[in-house]
Nanobody, 116 residues
Framework: QVQLVESGGGLVQPGGSLRLSCAPS????????MAWYRQVPGNQRELVAD???????YYANSVKGRFTISRDYAKNTVYLRMNSLKPEDTAVYYC??????????WGQGTQVTVSS
């Protein structure tokens, strides 16, 4: 079964930057969208950024202007560049890929901690 492999999380000081990466371990039928979610213990998983196609992206209001989602279509890889990080960005970040049959793939999650 295809898995999503994430990397790039870690500990960073407020105001710092991180870049998350995610790629499938195998072939996925035609991809509809690639996205990043995050979850804090006790809260629902929330959509952070979504990329359907070039120029067709969505960002949560809380990250607009600070986070950038991008894709390498040749490698089926999605990135999340996070700048000006705040303590409230601390969460487990999950990669999501949806194919054209509306099937969802999820990564295992990577911890991002913003703290001084």
């Amino acid at each position: 079964q295809v898995q999503l492999v994430e990397s790039g999380g870690g500990l960073v000081q407020p105001g710092g930057s991180l870049r998350l990466s995610c790629a499938p371990s195998g072939n996925i039928d035609i991809i509809y969208s690639m996205a990043w979610y995050r979850q804090v213990p006790g809260n629902q998983r929330e959509l952070v950024a979504d990329s359907i196609s070039v120029g067709n992206t969505y960002y949560a209001n809380s990250v607009k202007g600070r986070f950038t989602i991008s894709r390498d279509y040749a490698k089926n890889t999605v990135y999340l560049r996070m700048n000006s990080l705040k303590p409230e960005d601390t969460a487990v970040y999950y990669c999501n890929v949806k194919d054209i049959r509306d099937f969802n793939y999820w990564g295992q999650g990577t911890q991002v901690t913003v703290s001084s």
